[in-house]
């Protein structure tokens, strides 16, 4: 199964795409934009590019994933739902930017 993490916040993608491949057998890419400050990224890739840029990329390169992981950028699950109808899209929020804030998010 090839899985797409989008975005890495303290590097939570990297760790569970680093331990799912090894003893799951997933093949996974973790990636985000280059503003790591704290580098975090140590499984994945980062791409130097603007925000759009990046939500462009991750919309085309998800078709060839079987799934996708969408840490936190709430805001491209619409259209990646929109474009791919069928592939399953999971979102997962880290601590901080969900605490509170459930009303605000729960669309999503």
């Known amino acids: 199964m090839r899985v797409l993490h989008v975005w890495n916040p303290a590097g939570v993608a990297s760790i569970i795409a680093k331990y799912m491949d090894r003893l799951y057998g ?13 580098g975090t990224t140590i499984y994945g890739v980062l791409w130097d590019c603007g925000a759009k840029t990046f939500v462009l990329r991750v919309i085309l390169l998800a078709r060839r994933f079987d799934l996708v992981h969408v840490h936190s950028l709430d805001r491209i699950v619409p259209l990646l739902k929109l474009i791919y109808p069928r592939k399953p899209v999971v979102l997962h929020y880290h601590g901080s930017e969900i605490r509170g804030r459930w009303r605000l998010r729960r669309r999503y």
Do not use: G, H, I, W
């Open 26 to 38: 997933t093949r996974s890419l973790v990636f985000r934009r280059a503003y790591d400050r704290f």
